[in-house]
T-cell receptor, first 114, second 113 residues
Framework: GAVVSQHPSWVICKSGTSVKIECRSL??????MFWYRQFPKQSLMLMAT?????????EQGVEKDKFLINHASLTLSTLTVTSAHPEDSSFYIC??????????FGPGTRLTVL | QQQVKQSPQSLIVQKGGISIINCAYE??????FPWYQQFPGKGPALLIA?????SEKKEGRFTISFNKSAKQFSLHIMDSQPGDSATYFC????????????FGTGTRLKVLA
């Protein structure tokens, strides 16, 4: 399967600071990338869908000003959590869309906000 | 109508046994049904996927059975191994538009040695 990387894999930050998470498709071009949030022992919750060169489409209830998504190229999307607070602590996972409806997921980023 | 219901929530199987996880959907527009395996602290990995033009798909020890009329699909893991212990998610999507996934709630599988 296709490979998606995320960086960093783990980040701890202070409340009020911003954190950027990178998602890269390493061996394929992802026209569409998806960002998910997962709480412990729960399912994946889609936050937003981004298409290369376009504004992201956010799911209902997701604050677009808090979770800034940029998809500047076919291999890179970034998620910036602005003014992070402890309730933003979670596991953030991105995926890149393949040619046949598949989504290839990154390894995830564990965010802890103190 | 957008929900995908997954059961059971957790499952314990003896080594060598068959693990069966079921999913049901309502939206008849869904036409792509993948299964993902996730280990703790890792991202989900695609196991196997099926489209509604076939009723069964097998890849190694993993088989998807699909019942279009009942709007149900299931994952069968044959000869289950301790290394299969993970959380399994079913999902559904359409092949048109942005094909975003609707995920099931997950099944935590434990295979006893």
């Amino acid at each position: 399967g296709a490979v998606v990387s995320q960086h960093p894999s783990w980040v701890i930050c202070k409340s009020g600071t911003s954190v950027k998470i990178e998602c890269r498709s390493l061996d394929f071009q992802a026209t569409t990338m998806f960002w998910y949030r997962q709480f412990p022992k729960q399912s994946l919750m889609l936050m937003a869908t981004s298409n290369e060169g376009s504004k992201a489409t956010y799911e209902q209830g997701v604050e677009k000003d808090k979770f800034l998504i940029n998809h500047a190229s076919l291999t890179l999307s970034t998620l910036t959590v602005t003014s992070a607070h402890p309730e933003d602590s979670s596991f953030y996972i991105c995926s890149g869309g393949g040619s046949y409806n598949e989504q290839f997921f990154g390894p995830g980023t564990r965010l802890t906000v103190l | 109508q957008q929900q995908v219901k997954q059961s059971p929530q957790s499952l314990i199987v003896q080594k060598g046994g068959i693990s069966i996880i079921n999913c049901a959907y309502e939206n008849t527009a869904f036409d792509y049904f993948p299964w993902y395996q996730q280990f703790p602290g890792k991202g989900p990995a695609l196991l196997i996927a099926i489209r509604p033009d076939v009723s069964e798909k097998k890849e190694g020890r993993f088989t998807i059975s699909f019942n279009k009329s009942a709007k149900q699909f299931s994952l069968h893991i044959m000869d289950s191994q301790p290394g299969d212990s993970a959380t399994y998610f079913c999902a559904a999507s359409t092949t048109s538009g942005t094909y975003k996934y609707i995920f099931g709630t997950g099944t935590r599988l434990k295979v006893l040695a």
